[in-house]
């Protein structure tokens, strides 16, 4: 399996909801990652997971929430998220800390 | 300065046509070099990836890394229309922070 599965693959949400992102890769791959793209930007880093605990966190605001249930397992919980939070959100993982399989990325819009 | 600098584009070939994309970078503790291709509405992919200087050919792409020009390039041979994507390069000094270049538009024509 050389896959990343995010789940679900598009996600409408109003502002007071609370909602989840799921990635899920049976790689082995020890590092995960999450991040935000814009339409045509690059994809800019959020969170990375080595080893299951959070390593870094590019001072995203407390409304993203990451979480690593197990090695396999990455979530994103997502509660008051405004307009402009409206992005794809990309899962990735790697054996090193380069060398990214991405999934499909979740599009996210927010009303 | 951005850390890396990719034209953006579009670059727009007809097929069968020699494609050469290039990033250029400021950060010398680069060690990792990387091109993604991404289609639209999809996550990008890994195309190919080199440690330190050098060439790696794979199929119809090559990669090629000049440390001392803080210089990377992709060249993709007999471009196909299925070659139609957005290419990002991106680096890395080994750590877990990658840096990605803007993409730049491809479209091969037929």
């Known amino acids: 399996d050389t896959e990343v599965t995010q789940t679900p693959k598009h996600l409408v949400m109003g502002m007071t909801n609370k909602k989840s992102l799921k990635c899920e890769q049976h790689?082995?791959?020890?590092?995960m990652y999450w991040y935000k793209q814009k339409a045509k930007k690059p994809p800019e880093l959020m969170f990375v997971?080595?080893?299951?605990?959070?390593?870094i966190n590019e001072s995203v605001p407390s409304r993203f929430s990451p979480e690593c249930p197990n090695s396999s397992l990455l979530n994103l919980h997502l509660h008051a998220l405004q307009p402009e939070d409206s992005a794809l959100y990309l899962c990735?993982?790697?054996?090193?800390?380069?060398?990214?399989?991405f999934g499909s990325g979740t599009r996210l819009t927010v009303v | 300065q951005k850390e890396v600098e990719q034209d953006p584009g579009p670059l727009s070939v007809p097929e069968g046509a020699i494609v050469s994309l290039n990033c250029t970078y400021s950060?010398?503790?680069?060690?990792?070099f990387m091109w993604y291709r991404q289609y639209s509405r999809k996550g990008p992919e890994l195309l190919m990836y080199?440690?330190?200087?050098g060439n790696k050919e794979d199929g119809r792409f090559t990669a090629q890394v000049d440390k001392s020009s803080k210089y990377i390039s992709l060249f993709i041979r007999d471009s196909q229309p299925s070659d139609s994507a957005t290419y990002l390069c991106?680096?890395?000094?080994?750590?877990?922070?990658?840096?990605f270049g803007a993409g730049t538009r491809l479209f091969v024509k037929a």
């Open positions: 991106a680096m890395s000094a080994g750590g877990f922070k990658t840096i």
């Open positions: 950060n010398s503790a680069f060690q990792y």
């Open positions: 997971y080595s080893y299951e605990k959070l390593s």
């Open positions: 990735a993982s790697s054996r090193q800390g380069y060398g990214y399989t």
């Open positions: 080199t440690y330190s200087s």
């Open positions: 790689m082995g791959h020890r590092a």
